[in-house]
């Protein structure tokens, strides 16, 4: 069965808790809330108080992708804002171990996100403490870009990968989701497909989300 997280970053900031509503009365499994440092990427995003506004109104999990340069500075606030899980990128930890440890030690799950050029087999040595994996279809920092066709192989390694230790990481996509790109996704083992622009650029959020969830 595939779970989707509908990205909350390209939706209408002025009526962000309407866009929440949406996704609460959809087929969404959680919510996914895109955090930029200006620094890990080229670009800003929201932050704690935003997310905890976020959590007042959501009726799903909070699936929270912190696109900033050393996010173990901020598990308690990550956590403390309402996140169910928390995700942070390979690439901006220097000690990934100790961020994961301390990630369940807050009560969260834990997921690591790959930019596309990061190989999967990097996590080979972790892959037993993870929650979820997220593999970045498109390079991190905008909505709207467009599918990065390589990210199909990396779902099948990090499948395989996942298999062969028994682990109990679910695969989640992110960047440039829609439905002509969702099915080869799925068919390579991915769980949860992320989409931002295509269901807040749709006239129809909602039936976007649900045609989604559909095809699993
Ligand atoms: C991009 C973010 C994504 C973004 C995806 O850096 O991590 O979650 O919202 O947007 P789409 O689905 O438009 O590619
Ligand atoms: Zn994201």
Redesign the pocket.
Known sequence: MIQVSP?L??SDFTRLGEAVGIINRSRASMI?V?V?DGVF?PNISIGFPVISSINRVAEKPLDV?L?ITDPGRYVSEVRDSGAWLMCVHYEACTHLHRVVSAIHDAGMKAGVALNPATPVEMLEEIIDDLDMVLI?S?N??????KFIPNTISKVKRTRNMIDRHNSGAIIEI????DLNTAPALIEAGADVL?????VFKSPDPAGAINALADLG
């Open positions: 990205s970053l390209s996914h895109d930029m990427v992708h696109m970045m498109v991190p920092g905008f909505g709207g870009q992110d960047g440039g989701v992320v989409a931002g622009s295509f």
